[in-house]
């Protein structure tokens, strides 16, 4: 069975204050680790694909990286806008589609 | 761009009553899934639908039941409603789910009363 822990549960920083926020996942197979964004009342806001250990994808201040057992979002100099639950999600290679199993997220506050 | 769209928003249902919600892909996806979201469970994998046919099912009972039809545009209903299934629910869209990325609606707010 897919499993995805996430760790901190909550986590408040500074601003400007960088860290970064942990996913270790079981599967049989990946072929695929989301990582989405969650504000209140929302739906998931997509953020980044990693596919495989060792890729590194950037947007703005987020960087997220791949290993074979886990994956970290790194969140540099944040801003009190990146106050948000950050989820991450994997899919299955043996499992054809869309399906995702997802972790119960980091809620992320950045106090100005 | 359109993104997924969701309806309605929000509801309030009574105990025994049944529901059905509506989800709008992204223009050109055939890959439809529904979540369930709640602050005990998370987010949990109800089912995927792609190109009409249901392709994967999560584990929830046979009360909850979703169809898809030719242009894409999917339903889920959910028959005598239970106080515990209020919750978000959302639905995701990809072109055909296997690696692509999936875009997620802003969600149908369900109370059960």
């Known amino acids: 069975e897919d499993q995805v822990t996430q760790s901190p549960e909550a986590l408040r920083l500074q601003e400007g204050e960088s860290s970064s926020l942990n996913c270790s996942y079981t599967v049989s197979g990946l072929r695929g680790l989301f990582w989405y964004r969650q504000d209140p009342g929302k739906g998931p806001e997509f953020l980044f694909t990693l596919y495989s250990a060792g890729e590194e994808k950037e947007k703005e201040r987020l960087k997220a990286t791949l290993t074979k057992k886990e994956s970290f979002l790194h969140i540099t100099a944040p801003k009190p806008e990146d106050s948000a639950t950050y989820l991450c999600a994997v899919q299955a290679q043996e499992t054809s589609g869309s399906r995702l199993t997802f972790g119960e997220g980091t809620q992320l506050t950045v106090n100005p | 761009k359109a993104g997924v769209t969701q309806t309605p928003r929000y509801l309030i249902k009574t105990r025994g009553q049944q529901v059905t919600l509506s989800c709008s892909p992204i223009s050109g996806h055939r890959s439809v899934s529904w979540y369930q979201q709640t602050p005990g469970q998370g987010l949990q994998f109800l089912f995927e639908y792609f190109s009409e046919t249901q392709r994967n099912k999560g584990n929830f009972p046979g009360r909850f039941s979703g169809r898809q039809f030719s242009n894409s545009r999917s339903e889920m209903n959910v028959s005598t409603l239970e106080l515990g299934d209020s919750a978000l629910y959302l639905c995701?869209?990809?072109?055909?789910?296997?690696?692509?990325?999936?875009?997620f609606g802003e969600g149908s707010w369900l109370t059960v009363v």
């Open positions: 995701a869209s990809s072109f055909t789910g296997d690696g692509n990325t999936i875009y």
